[in-house]
């Protein structure tokens, strides 16, 4: 069993940055982690991913060249880096943990799941 918390959301002005964290428990070392945001009125859609020893990356077009994913397996946590934020990147943000390497932008894939946490940016 894997229980994911995430932090670091907030209150941003446009093009400022925010680093969210995503602390699990259990051995999240062998799952592919991801992050996925849900803005208000619309579907919860993938932002980035990350394989089990960090060596791919997958990125939203939308997020790309701005969001930096990594992990840090010896202290179970993921980072989701965003840098020159939108007023569009307003959204719950989750994390996210399956099993296997397919279907790692698909949302059914995924096997655990935080509460989420809330960022905002304003224009």
């Known amino acids: 069993q894997v229980q994911l918390v995430e932090s670091g959301g907030g209150l941003v002005q446009a093009g400022g940055s925010l680093r969210l964290s995503c602390a699990a428990s259990?051995?999240?070392?062998?799952?592919?982690m991801g992050w996925f945001r849900q803005a208000p009125g619309k579907a919860r859609e993938f932002v980035a991913a990350?394989?089990?020893?960090?060596?791919?990356?997958y990125y939203a077009d939308s997020v790309k060249g701005r969001f930096t994913i990594s992990r840090d397996n010896a202290k179970n946590t993921l980072y989701l880096q965003m840098n020159s934020l939108k007023p569009e990147d307003t959204a719950v943000y989750y994390c996210?943990?399956?099993?296997?390497?397919?279907?790692?932008?698909?949302?059914?894939?995924?096997?655990?799941w935080g509460q989420g946490t809330q960022v905002t940016v304003s224009s």
């Open positions: 990350m394989n089990r020893n960090g060596g791919s990356t």
């Open positions: 259990g051995r999240t070392f062998s799952y592919v």
């Open positions: 996210a943990a399956k099993y296997g390497s397919m279907f790692i932008i698909e949302e059914s894939s995924y096997n655990y």
